[in-house]
């Protein structure tokens, strides 16, 4: 299995709370990806990393914003908590960009009341 | 745009039965095609992928065919077994859509004993 662990695991918030997520590998790899996950929705992108300090938005980014200090960290951040947000976030990894495959961590469970 | 679009769960199926996920796609270029499977609880993993028209991905038992002609990449397995029940997620990835990985909704499949 890829080593990818997010934290936490499960989140409940407050609506115009700021909230962070954390996506740590250890596999070395590129790229780093931050998905949602919603009920007839399937994964969609919130935004993704090519390198440390290097990310561009997805087709979900508003709301969001993400930083990459370093190769095996990718933090997700909602400034504002909005009841909108309430979904499970995936971290996803991939060596490459392109075709390659994609290694998924085991998500946040994130709640916005 | 691209898109894919998969047959709507959940199915429910015995053990042993055949199994058919259907799933077409739009896309504009050459798109590489994958099947991912999420079991409860935890995030995607890859099941197969195939990179280009006529190619057949599998493993686990599970196979799929990339058909151009009528742009899809159904899911086939002869006999399924409970430990297959999951939630199965067709996805694209090429060029023309700077190569981003667009999902599907998603296909919950249940297979009882």
């Known amino acids: 299995d890829a080593g990818i662990t997010q934290s936490p695991r499960h989140k409940v918030t407050e609506t115009g709370t700021p909230v962070t997520l954390r996506c740590h590998q250890t596999?070395?790899?590129?790229?780093m990806y931050w998905y949602r996950q919603d009920p007839g929705h399937g994964l969609r992108l919130i935004h993704y990393?090519?390198?440390?300090?290097?990310?561009d938005k997805g087709e979900v980014s508003d709301g969001y914003s993400v930083s990459r200090s370093k190769t095996e960290d990718f933090l997700l951040t909602l400034e504002s908590a909005t009841s909108s947000q309430t979904s499970v976030y995936f971290c996803?990894?991939?060596?490459?960009?392109?075709?390659?495959?994609?290694?998924f961590g085991p998500g946040t469970r994130l709640t916005v009341l | 745009g691209n898109s894919v679009t998969q047959m709507e769960g959940p199915v429910t199926l015995s053990e042993e039965a055949f199994l058919t996920i259907n799933c077409t796609y739009t896309?504009?270029?050459?798109?590489?095609l994958f099947w991912y499977v999420q079991y409860p609880g935890e995030g995607l993993q890859l099941l197969l992928k195939?990179?280009?028209?006529?190619d057949k991905g599998s493993n686990k038992g599970f196979e799929a065919t990339y058909r151009k002609e009528t742009t899809s990449f159904h899911l086939e397995k002869g006999s399924v077994q409970v430990s297959d029940s999951a939630v199965y997620f067709c996805?694209?990835?090429?060029?023309?859509?700077?190569?981003?990985?667009?999902f599907g909704a998603g296909t919950r499949l249940f297979v009882k004993a």
């Open positions: 996803a990894i991939s060596e490459s960009w392109g075709t390659d495959t994609q290694y």
């Open positions: 596999e070395n790899h590129r790229y």
């Open positions: 990393s090519y390198g440390v300090k290097d990310t």
């Open positions: 896309a504009t270029g050459y798109p590489s």
């Open positions: 195939a990179t280009k028209a006529d």
């Open positions: 996805a694209l990835s090429d060029q023309d859509g700077g190569f981003k990985t667009i």
